[in-house]
Structure formats: structure tokens, C-alpha cells
């Protein structure tokens, strides 16, 4: 899915000036980022309510696409500066989790799958 799709389909709008060098393949939504780290796949965006330097970190060790946060969540400004750093690009949603995962999957998106 290219990324400007996938920003419309949730009504996001992108934190930082960055995007996905490669289609988005998959998405995973979790606000356990151990749970992230045993992700297979590469390209794949995640969901998450949580708006802290740790998802970013956690993004940057899986290689993911993107960072949506959920439920409107404005991300920290150190989170905001880690993304920009490390060109993580970060989008923000007013969908909760649940209803941002239904209309990806509606859309054709799959989940990533764990190890």
C-alpha cells in the first residue's frame, strides 16, 4: 500500500516530513513493543496508543515503515526529535486502535506475523 493511501484510508496526518522508502506491506498494532520486536516481515506500520522515545527506538530496531499513533496521541516532542533523527516517519490518527485496524483491513492490509 503506498503511504499516501494508507494516510488516507485513516484520515492521518504525518508529524515529521518523512515517508516509507518502499510500499507499507503489512501492520501490526500493539502498545507492547516487545511484542513489535518479534516481528518477521519488513515494511510494516504500527499502531500503537503510546507516543514515547521507546516505540520510536523500537521502530528503528524492526526496520518499520512507519509509526501511527492512535486516539489523536500527540507524540512527545523527544519522540517527535528521535524520529527525525533516525527519518522514522510518525503519523497521527483521531481513529482508536481497533476502528484504524478495521479500515486498514478493509482496505486490503494484512497483519504482520510474529516468530
Not at 32 to 43: C, F, R
Amino acid at each position: 500500500m503506498k503511504f499516501q493511501e494508507f494516510l488516507a484510508i485513516l484520515d492521518a496526518r504525518q508529524i515529521n516530513r518523512y515517508e516509507p522508502s518502499n510500499d507499507i506491506q503489512c501492520t501490526f498494532a500493539s502498545d507492547m513493543m516487545s511484542e513489535v520486536l518479534t516481528l518477521q516481515e519488513s515494511d510494516i506500520a504500527l499502531l500503537t496508543t503510546l507516543s514515547n522515545p521507546q516505540v520510536i527506538r523500537t521502530a528503528e530496531m524492526q526496520d518499520l515503515a512507519c509509526v501511527c499513533f492512535t486516539f489523536d496521541k500527540t507524540p512527545t516532542e523527544d519522540t517527535i526529535k528521535l524520529a527525525e533523527e533516525k527519518n522514522i516517519p510518525i503519523v497521527c490518527t483521531s481513529l482508536c486502535l481497533f476502528e484504524a485496524c478495521g479500515k486498514l483491513y478493509e482496505a486490503g492490509m494484512r497483519g504482520g506475523k510474529q516468530r
